[in-house]
Each structure stands twice: as structure tokens, then as C-alpha cells.
Nanobody, 123 residues
């Protein structure tokens, strides 16, 4: 089972990036998916989550209104559209697959993790 995140890169403040998380080895169509991030010197934090259908989502307060999580069940892929990026969004972004169908915030609810993709936002 593998989760592979992609789409990270260097962007100026105010810009946009779209992260993708492709799952292989099994289908996650019945499970929630989430995005977390870890900035240098900080602990990993929750960013966004979606339930199995994509209709229920959760966001960290720091990204509400700027980030959008979505998923394509047929492609076994989740996405994180990030708009109006800020320097404080700079971090290694991880996608994860949950053990439940809901959109969950706690990292303990996630069993599968990808290796992360780096997002750097310059001021």
C-alpha cells in the first residue's frame, strides 16, 4: 500500500498550488483522507480532511477559506488546492488515509501515510 503526494514546490506569497495524493495497492474509496503538514522545528499539524464521498470536509482554522480538499474516488486520488498561500504555509505536506469513513482531524485515526511533498512560500 502506497500513498504518493506530489505537486509541491516554490511559490510566491499569494500564489496557488495543487497537491495530489495517489493511492496504490488498495482502494481507499470507503475511507476518509487527510492532509497534514510539518514546518521546520514544529510538530505535525492537521490541515484538511474529507470523508469517503468527499461531501464532508474539515479544515484547520489557519487554512479555512484558502484551501480546498477534494477527492476522485475513481482515480483513488485526493487533492489539496491551496490558494492565497502565505509564508507560514511553508512545510512538508503529508497525505494520509484514515481507518474510518469520516473526515477526521486526529492523526491517530490515520493508518497510511505518504512520504510528503515540500511546499515553500516565499515572501
Amino acid at each position: 500500500v502506497q500513498l504518493q503526494a506530489s505537486g509541491g514546490g516554490l511559490v510566491q506569497a499569494g500564489g496557488s498550488l495543487r497537491l495530489s495524493c495517489a493511492a496504490s495497492g488498495r482502494t481507499f474509496s470507503r475511507y476518509g483522507m487527510g492532509w497534514f503538514r510539518q514546518a521546520p522545528g514544529k510538530e505535525r499539524e492537521f490541515v484538511a480532511a474529507t470523508n469517503w464521498s468527499g461531501r464532508d470536509t474539515q479544515y484547520a482554522d489557519s487554512v479555512k477559506g484558502r484551501f480546498t480538499i477534494s477527492r476522485d474516488i475513481a482515480k483513488n486520488t485526493a487533492y489539496l488546492q491551496m490558494n492565497r498561500l502565505k509564508p507560514e504555509d511553508t512545510a512538508l505536506y503529508y497525505c494520509a488515509a484514515a481507518t474510518v469513513a469520516f473526515a477526521v482531524v486526529a492523526s491517530k485515526e490515520y493508518s497510511y501515510w505518504g512520504p510528503g511533498t515540500l511546499v515553500t512560500v516565499s515572501s
